[in-house]
């Protein structure tokens, strides 16, 4: 059974950085398209990047310029960097298993994974406040 570990989640301070990291197990992450959503306090669930198995990556206008996608396959690890950070990122961050080509309408825009089959993380808590 595939599972999603997310770490790397802090208090930072606005402008600080941090660096979460997803760790797969259970499936060929490799083959895998895989995204990042966050759930913001009394708000639904965001799409804010996300990486194809080949490494193409699609990143949300919202973040673009500040947050990186990244993946290291041999480490069957997904990674977000995190730069400048904002009181409005606070969020629960979470990893998912993704089908790009199904969700995304630019390299910029995309909706949460809707396969009803993939994989979640329980998310990791970035809480940006001075």
């Known amino acids: 059974e595939g599972q999603l570990v997310e770490s790397g989640g802090e208090l930072v301070r606005p402008g600080g950085s941090l660096k979460l990291s997803c760790v797969a197990s259970?499936?060929?992450?490799?083959?895998?398209?895989m995204s990042w959503v966050r759930r913001a306090p009394g708000k639904g669930l965001e799409w804010i990047a996300g990486?194809?198995?080949?490494?193409?990556?699609y990143v949300d206008t919202s973040v673009k310029g500040r947050f990186t996608i990244s993946r290291d396959n041999a480490k069957n690890t997904l990674y977000l960097e995190m730069q400048n950070l904002k009181t409005e990122d606070t969020a629960v961050y979470s990893c998912?298993?993704?089908?790009?080509?199904?969700?995304?309408?630019?390299?910029?825009?995309?909706?949460?994974?809707?396969?009803?089959?993939?994989?979640w993380g329980q998310g990791t808590q970035v809480t940006v406040s001075s």
């Open positions: 998912a298993t993704s089908r790009l080509i199904h969700d995304c309408y630019s390299r910029s825009y995309c909706r949460i994974p809707s396969d009803p089959a993939a994989i």
């Open positions: 259970g499936f060929t992450f490799s083959d895998v398209d």
């Open positions: 990486i194809r198995s080949g490494g193409l990556v």
